[in-house]
């Protein structure tokens, strides 16, 4: 439907909109981009919204096609509002998370969180924690199940609770949003007690591997058959990212003998003035 009337501007395309609308609110779901990004970089975001309205475009193209409405203002109409809509939604999202830094670090829109450790990485859990208050993530107390709570500052020693034999009825009554578990692999047994102690609550609950010891190359959690893994070591070359490299490296070898042509022929040209070969 194009609308040429008073007051409308020519190329306005209401069918159109609402395909993009259609498409826009699908993919966002598929690429989960509804979701709570706190805590997570800005970075991260961004690259989820524009995958999933980079796919929404192309997606927009031949249902166009099969409208009939694809001719060149549309084209031109679909250009100018890819681009800023998709500037829009960086814009929006940064200064988004710049307003809800500065609420957080006033102390409203938090979440409060107890910790239970178990040695040094669970210490540094806890001073990393601590130092995110801007992520609206409030460290309430921790368990400690090794008693090195004295080797951290007194700040954070401050704050350590009891034993996690309390824990399920201090986050039934302490009005705790999350519980994070940051105990070593060996602790299987106490992580399966501590989350079947804690079966009444709703609070969230996170498992924060010990991970950070091993020296890791492009680490990710995927999920395999079914199966949540984490992916320790793993090359970033495979489907689409392989596919992208190659086409990437092929038109930069192009672009470089066309650069580097006319001189590859000049030089040629003099030597073989300069010399009559054999």
Known sequence: L???GPGVMP???LRTGLFALLLGGVCFDRWVVYRSWRGVPLRAELEAVLGAWLLALLL??????LSGDADEATHRWLLLWALLSLSALAVGRALLRAVL????????DVQRIVVVVDGEFGLSVLERLRAARWAGLELVGYF???GEAANVEPAIAARCLSATTGLADYVMN???????IALPFRAEARVRSIIHSLRYSTADIRLVPDIFGFRLLNHSLGEVAKLPVINLSSTPMSGTNRLIKALEDRMLAIVC???AGPLLLALAFGVRLSSPGP
């Not at 927009?60 to 096609?65: A, E, K, N, R, Y």
Request: glycine letters at 12%; zero cysteines.
């Open 2 to 4: 194009q609308f040429d």
């Open 11 to 13: 190329g306005d395309y």
């Open 60 to 65: 927009l193209v031949p249902v166009l096609q």
């Open 101 to 108: 830094r500065h609420v957080r670090l006033g102390g409203r």
């Open 144 to 146: 400690d199940e090794s």
């Open 174 to 180: 302490g009005h705790v949003d999350q519980v994070w």
């Open 257 to 259: 003998l066309l650069l």
